[in-house]
Nanobody
Framework: QVQLVESGGGLVQAGGSLRLSCTGS????????MGWFRQRSGKQRELVAI???????NYADSVKARFTISRDSAKNTVYLQMNSLKPEDTAVYYC??????????????WGQGTQITVSS
């Protein structure tokens, strides 16, 4: 059973910064892509940023140049550095990871979510 434990959420003023961390228990396996999604009130969950095991990244247009995703594969940990936060970044942020079951097959898992509130 994969567990993803998030930390780093909270309340911040507009223009401020926060850093999210998410550590996964893989049972000895390895994670392929890891990333972050968010769900704003009344909206569907959306991709924020994702990073592959090879280090390739992809960002939502709304966060490019403000957010940076990184990972420490040895620690099964993914980070999201969020700068220049805006009120519209207010959401529950979810960690996401794909556990490799066998070559070409992976199982997605989600964290419990952490609230980020950006005040204007």
């Amino acid at each position: 059973q994969v567990q993803l434990v998030e930390s780093g959420g909270g309340l911040v003023q507009a223009g401020g910064s926060l850093r999210l961390s998410c550590t996964g228990s893989s049972g000895g396996g390895s994670f392929n892509a890891m990333g972050w999604f968010r769900q704003r009130s009344g909206k569907q969950r959306e991709l924020v940023a994702i990073i592959t095991s090879g280090g390739n990244t992809n960002y939502a247009d709304s966060v490019k140049a403000r957010f940076t995703i990184s990972r420490d594969s040895a620690k099964n940990t993914v980070y999201l550095q969020m700068n220049s936060l805006k009120p519209e970044d207010t959401a529950v942020y979810y960690c996401y990871a794909q556990l490799q079951i066998q070559p070409g097959v992976s199982r997605p898992s989600w964290g419990q979510g952490t609230q980020i509130t950006v005040s204007s």
